[in-house]
């Protein structure tokens, strides 16, 4: 496929908002869904008393769109970020985004933006964000009855600085994202509130981000503010934690298939201990935005574990992981498993 790209250097950005040229809204109006809109304007009018921005009704997805080595442009895994979406709005009294208007606004919000996809070969994205807020004013708590389903997309580069290159997480004792029974497992903005304190306790103390522990008993690993957590154990073994409070990632998700499917390891979702650590022989952190991004360095009670190359370069597993997953977004592998979703450019 060959269109006109946008004036950018795709292959230094960082992971941060950039105009574009549009994004595309539909309202949820007595019940139906409006055709949506695409528009250039960056703002759109709230209710001063909207539930989003009063209590919370505002939760969002994140996937990337690539351009691949055969030209196509594609989304990874779209229809689960439909499916999570769903899970959200479930969880928080909303409208539900279907998959027909989901498919259908990243359609039409890549179209708008093709030159901004980024070319094959530069290392760079197309972020899509959908995002979902309930819009009634209401004073008291109760669920809204309006909705408005948002995509903005924006070309972005690596999550953590510096790429595939080993990070330094913290892992933190006296801080939650999440409880048991909250709204963990699914992607509310307030998490990302509650998640800040983490992030600035990290960059204080000289660290990428945090690790939370489980909020109950705080002896078994959850996630990291923006990413799910895997291990390598020493044995070889793929292990991520299994928790009510973890967001189920699709990178991980995607990942564990292909350590198990692709090259044989054995992979588990268990209780993962932060005892475990000095099992670990490799650690990464994944996510759409992370993609996979190394663990080097785990601090837990003043005492720093290094893993693989006392945490100076990523370890093997990571990195076929990492090398593996990019190869079949990209295109460079086939797609046996139909992970792809082209996006026919008009
Ligand atoms: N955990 C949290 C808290 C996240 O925000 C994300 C990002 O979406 C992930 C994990 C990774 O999920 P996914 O791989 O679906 O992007
Ligand atoms: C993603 O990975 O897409 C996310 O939504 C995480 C976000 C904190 C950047």
Known sequence: ????????????????????????????????????TLTNEEYFPLHIAATCVHYGQAIFE????????????VAFRPVENQKRMVKSAEKLFM????EEIF??????????????????GSGASLYIRPL??????????????????????????????????????????????????GLGDVKA?????AGLRGYFRAKENNFTDVIYLDAKERKYIDESGPANFIAIMKDGTYTTPQSSSVLPSITNMSLRTIAKDDFGWKTEQRSVAIDEITNFSEAGCCGTAAVITPVGEIRYRDKDY??????????????QLYERLVKIQLGEVEDTRGWLRKIEIK
């Open 1 to 36: 496929m060959s269109f006109k790209r946008a004036d950018l250097d795709f292959a230094n950005l960082d992971f941060s908002y950039r105009k574009v040229n549009a994004n595309i809204r539909y309202y949820y109006r007595n019940g139906k869904w409006d055709g949506g």
């Open 62 to 73: 994140g996937l990337k769109v690539y351009e691949t080595k055969n030209g196509d442009v």
């Open 95 to 98: 409208a539900r985004v279907t």
């Open 103 to 120: 498919l259908e606004a990243l359609d039409r919000v890549v179209n708008a933006n093709k030159e901004f996809v980024p070319p094959y």
């Open 132 to 181: 979902l807020i309930g819009i009634s004013p209401h004073i008291g708590v109760k669920p809204s009855e309006d909705y408005l389903f948002m995509i903005l997309v924006t070309p972005v580069g690596p999550y953590f600085k510096g790429g595939f290159k080993p990070v330094k997480m913290l892992v933190v004792e006296d801080l939650d994202r999440a409880a048991p029974f």
């Open 189 to 193: 903005a307030g998490n990302y509130a």
């Open 306 to 319: 290094k893993l693989f190359d006392q945490g100076r370069t990523a370890g093997p597993k990571v990195t």
